[in-house]
């Protein structure tokens, strides 16, 4: 019986030393998204200063710069990747679809611009991630085209590009404090309709 306790409790404490090391690695992370978008050049003991850990905690979790860097930029892809998985790309109607997908992403890509910037190797996680959210854009577009929301001799990639666009000219416009509904709202209007006058 003490066996299966003593099991149990090394199980527990097991469980409790990856959480606390998951902790540390997204309070890096995040201290280093809010460092780096300000400081390209931060040192890896600056970013352990702003996450508030040792060192050498950093030291342990990263074996250099450069793994911290794949890390944030594979962090921030898989958020974005959720971002577009929350918005239900495949069975919700494909205008909503478009518009909770949208604001999740402008959340996302507020949150980490610096990471989301980053240039990834093509065999990354985060490049791989990236081509995923690609071809789940294309999906709901061909989803939205079948509707008639979008016209049937659209090259979809130039649409996909041109909606791209639109979220990065509002992330970089003044959007600190806006609500991403009205911006989401913004952009898939503008996607869909463009500036020329309604019917």
């Given at each position: 019986?003490?066996?299966?306790?003593?099991?149990?409790?090394?199980?527990?404490?097991?469980?409790?030393?990856?959480?606390?090391?998951?902790?540390?690695?997204r309070a890096i992370l995040e201290a280093a998204e809010r460092l780096l978008v300000e400081e390209p050049g931060a040192s890896m003991e600056q970013i352990?200063?702003?996450?508030?850990?040792?060192?050498?905690?950093?030291?342990?979790?990263?074996?250099?710069?450069?793994?911290?860097?794949?890390?944030?930029?594979?962090?921030?892809?898989?958020?974005?990747?959720?971002?577009?998985?929350?918005?239900?790309?495949?069975?919700?109607?494909?205008?909503?679809?478009?518009?909770?997908i949208t604001a999740n992403v402008l959340q996302v890509k507020s949150a980490w611009a610096f990471a989301l910037e980053l240039p990834a190797d093509p065999d990354s996680e985060a490049a791989v991630l990236q081509r995923d959210i690609a071809r789940r854009?294309?999906?709901?577009?061909?989803?939205?085209?079948?509707?008639?929301?979008?016209?049937?001799?659209?090259?979809?990639?130039?649409?996909?590009r041109v909606y791209y666009a639109l979220i990065r000219e509002s992330l970089h416009g003044d959007a600190d404090g806006a609500d991403p509904d009205a911006l989401a709202a913004r952009i898939i209007d503008t996607l869909l309709h463009g500036a020329g006058p309604r019917a």
């Open positions: 019986m003490s066996g299966l306790a003593g099991g149990v409790m090394g199980e527990t404490a097991a469980r409790s030393l990856r959480a606390d090391a998951e902790r540390s690695v352990a200063a702003a996450a508030g850990v040792a060192r050498t905690t950093i030291h342990r979790r990263f074996a250099n710069r450069q793994a911290l860097i794949e890390a944030l930029a594979s962090s921030a892809a898989r958020q974005l990747a959720q971002a577009v998985e929350d918005g239900r790309p495949d069975t919700a109607p494909p205008l909503v679809a478009m518009h909770r854009c294309i999906a709901v577009l061909k989803r939205a085209q079948a509707d008639k929301l979008i016209d049937e001799a659209a090259d979809l990639d130039w649409v996909r």
